[in-house]
T-cell receptor
Framework: GQQLNQSPQSMFIQEGEDVSMNCTSS?????WLWYKQDPGEGPVLLIA?????ELTSNGRLTAQFGITRKDSFLNISASIPSDVGIYFC???????????FGAGTILRVKS | NAGVTQTPKFRILKIGQSMTLQCTQD?????MYWYRQDPGMGLKLIYY???????DKGEVPNGYNVSRSTTEDFPLRLELAAPSQTSVYFC??????????????FGPGTRLLVL
């Protein structure tokens, strides 16, 4: 089946630092999504991207839909302790279609 | 508004036992999904449903069964539990159409341990 390669696997950063993570695929996706999962809870959608080249922000989070439609990037600026969690990318082939998830990036923030 | 609720939160099963994981949503969503999450592996789709009475296999359906008799409920059945089914199970729902993507809302998960 399709696979998404998400990197890095984990990050341990100092509070206030910026964070970057990315996701690549061997297949083209029409929609890229970024989710965050807090410990003991289900994933929550952070940002959805619908068009190649699109750059979208949600507060301190910025995500981009790669121009080739095979990759996406998530940046978090000025990290804070509540940013701790697992960040997942997900791709969707078409409208109403199923999602394919990356393996996740574990983010730890040192205050 | 409870969103997506799942029961139980945690369960230990012996090999060969059966159980049903319950999922209910109160958002009148037409689509519902079951995922499993293994450590370091992301979420994999087990089964999904596009409406009451309609279900379809996802990426990893073997060993599971589902039914969708109502819009609100989407139970996942394990008939003969195996250690490979030890995982965290998430139910999700969305209001999906043919013309756009709608957010999938996830439940809090059920942690299952098969010994």
């Amino acid at each position: 089946g399709q696979q998404l390669n998400q990197s890095p696997q984990s990050m341990f950063i100092q509070e206030g630092e910026d964070v970057s993570m990315n996701c690549t695929s061997s297949s083209i996706f029409n929609t890229w999504l970024w989710y965050k999962q807090d410990p003991g809870e289900g994933p929550v959608l952070l940002i959805a991207l619908y068009k190649a080249g699109e750059l979208t922000s949600n507060g301190r989070l910025t995500a981009q839909f790669g121009i080739t439609r095979k990759d996406s990037f998530l940046n978090i600026s000025a990290s804070i302790p509540s940013d701790v969690g697992i960040y997942f990318c997900a791709g969707q082939l078409g409208y109403g279609n199923k999602l394919v998830f990356g393996a996740g990036t574990i983010l730890r923030v040192k205050s | 508004n409870a969103g997506v609720t799942q029961t139980p939160k945690f369960r230990i099963l012996k090999i060969g036992q059966s159980m049903t994981l319950q999922c209910t949503q109160d958002m009148n969503h037409n689509y519902m999904y079951w995922y499993r999450q293994d450590p370091g592996m992301g979420l994999k789709l087990i089964y999904y449903s596009v409406g009451a009475g309609i279900t379809d296999k996802g990426e990893v359906p073997n060993g599971y069964n589902v039914s969708r008799s109502t819009t609100e409920d989407f139970p996942l059945r394990l008939e003969l539990a195996a250690p490979s089914q030890t995982s965290v199970y998430f139910c999700a729902s969305s209001f999906s159409t043919r013309v756009g993507f709608e957010t999938q809302y996830f439940g809090p998960g059920t942690r299952l341990l098969v010994l």
